[in-house]
């Protein structure tokens, strides 16, 4: 896994689809992602959180460090999935042909969503200090869980998929 260019995606990503006016991600992203402002929610996550959180992920590769590895990956996949509920949220509560009940549920959901994304990115206390505490230890990078990476992977072609099908 490419750690550097994967963190150099979610600061892409992130920035294009939930700050105004970001430039569209590089050639080195996925090319379907069209061109536009993804409005469906504002995260709480500053320009400075995301770029913090990319500069550790690097760091983490170069010092060999498992545990901060294993710390950002979880938070981006519950990011991601977060943000994979609200997309699917957000079709249900504008579908004119749904329930009244079901556009509520939709509602509610959207909101856990928010609160799932704050809770997980909303301040440095809660996500990037804590990094600075941890103990280092050498890994053997043979023993990260493919697993894992290849359920986050998934996650996010799902999310751009969907996406995609919006527009």
Known sequence: VNYLSLSKFFVEFYLYYFHKDAPPPSSSSPSFLPHGNFSLVRSTMTVKDIQMMANTLVRARDDKDIISIGIVL????????????????????????NSEEDRKEARRLEEEGRVLQQ????????????LNHLIRQPINFQKIPRKFLIELMECIDEVLEMLREQR
Not at 80 to 91: N, R
Not at 119 to 130: N, R
């Open 74 to 97: 979880g938070a981006l996949k519950s990011f991601v999935m977060a943000t994979k509920g609200m997309v699917m949220a957000e079709g249900v509560r504008n579908n004119p042909l």
């Open 119 to 130: 809770y997980v990115y909303g301040t440095e206390e809660l996500f990037l200090k804590p």
